[in-house]
């Protein structure tokens, strides 16, 4: 009789252990909390930044059109000098004799000239007179012209403004016509050189505009225009650009500096979004997002990338669009269809989330 009621107890107990998992209706099953974001629109334009250098646009060499010594040299490497600015004279006293006999020359051949013409608009002289007389007086008129550029020609003008690099010679010595005396940094526009890969280069007709920073005279970016690309890449595998920067706007740059370039591209095709790296997970040679669904669960979706913003995120040309929620951390662990939970955007106002 024992035996019976003990087995009646046990059987009491399994049914009850039974009833109890099979009423469970689901609660043991794991719902994973996720970081959940909503997929945003991408900028039109993707930024690139490269390091670049700021050099003189041109170097101008002066120098004399007629040979003797140097008078007076005007200024001193280092020195800033304005277009037309005398910079230098060489000693006139050869050329200041040579105008004085080629105009006296001008003066006696333009009197007897003068008479020969008179003479020959009243029939008095052959025109053959006349045409020796005409030559004569061009010929001399021109001896005196070039007298007179030679006396000029002893006074060296800046031709740009710019700065003295250096002087070759000092004064009393002797040079010839040619001879660089002044060589001068020329700052009507200095240049910036930037040094661009090949999967730019192919995209350069995409590059919408240029500006530079140099974060040591100012965090203030100044617009740069484009001169020219090299046709050659270097040993690198790098094509030179040359940027053109207008210094009356930026006082402070001076050659040799370094200036970080922005370069802005345009993207080619449609709308594109954005979303963060970490979004990202590859199966079997694709890539793919976890997409939030309403129901709490999340689908796996293929995407289509473009190219990085630069900021940790990425944009998406094919497979997402705006405002749909997708998760940006922990995707590696994650099921298709799996139910997940998101998690609470913390306040910025609520520090170590105690509110």
């Known amino acids: 009789m024992k035996s019976i009621k003990n087995s009646a107890v046990l ?42 250098v700021i050099k ?36 006139t006293r050869d050329y200041e004799v040579q105008l004085q006999a080629a105009q006296a020359q001008h003066d006696q051949v333009e009197a007897e000239a003068g008479r020969v013409i008179e003479l020959y608009a009243r029939n008095s002289v052959n025109e053959n007179d006349y045409d020796k007389a005409v ?26 403004s710019g700065y003295i690099q250096k002087v070759n010679f000092i004064e009393n010595e002797l040079i010839d016509a040619g001879m660089p005396v002044i060589s001068m940094i020329d700052v009507g526009h200095f240049q910036v ?45 790098l094509y030179k650009v040359q940027l053109l920067l207008n210094p009356a706007s930026q006082l402070q740059l001076a050659p040799g500096m370094d200036v970080q370039v922005k370069i802005e591209l345009r993207t080619n095709g449609g709308p594109q979004t954005c979303i963060p790296l970490t979004a990202l997970f590859n199966d079997k040679g694709k890539t793919f997002v976890w997409v939030y669904q309403s129901n709490q669960s999340v689908q796996k979706r293929e995407v289509v990338t473009g190219r990085l913003t630069g900021d940790g995120r990425i944009r998406i040309s ?38």
């Open 11 to 52: 059987l009491f107990v399994f049914m009850l252990l039974w009833g109890c998992g099979g009423n469970n209706n689901g609660q043991n099953e794991i719902i994973r909390k996720v970081k959940i974001e909503p997929v945003q629109q991408a900028d039109t334009l993707t930024v690139k930044n490269y390091s670049g």
């Open 56 to 91: 003189e646009a041109n170097q101008v060499n002066l120098a004399f059109r007629v040979a003797g010594p140097i008078q007076k040299i005007l200024v001193r490497e280092g020195d800033f000098v304005k277009q037309g600015q005398l910079v230098a004279q060489m000693d």
């Open 135 to 160: 030559s004569g007086l061009k010929m001399v008129a021109a001896k005196l012209k070039n007298a007179k550029d030679q006396m000029n020609d002893t006074q060296l003008h800046a031709p740009v």
């Open 193 to 237: 050189e930037v040094d661009i890969p090949v999967s730019l280069y192919i995209d350069r007709e995409a590059i919408s505009s240029f500006s530079g920073i140099q974060p040591t005279v100012s965090d203030k970016a100044f617009d740069l225009k484009l001169l020219s690309y090299s046709k050659k890449a270097n040993n690198n595998q």
């Open 318 to 355: 094919k497979g997402l669009q705006p405002k749909e929620e997708i998760v940006v951390a922990g995707v590696n662990s994650l099921l298709d269809n799996q139910r997940v939970a998101p998690l609470e955007t913390v306040s910025e106002t609520n520090v170590g989330g105690l509110l």
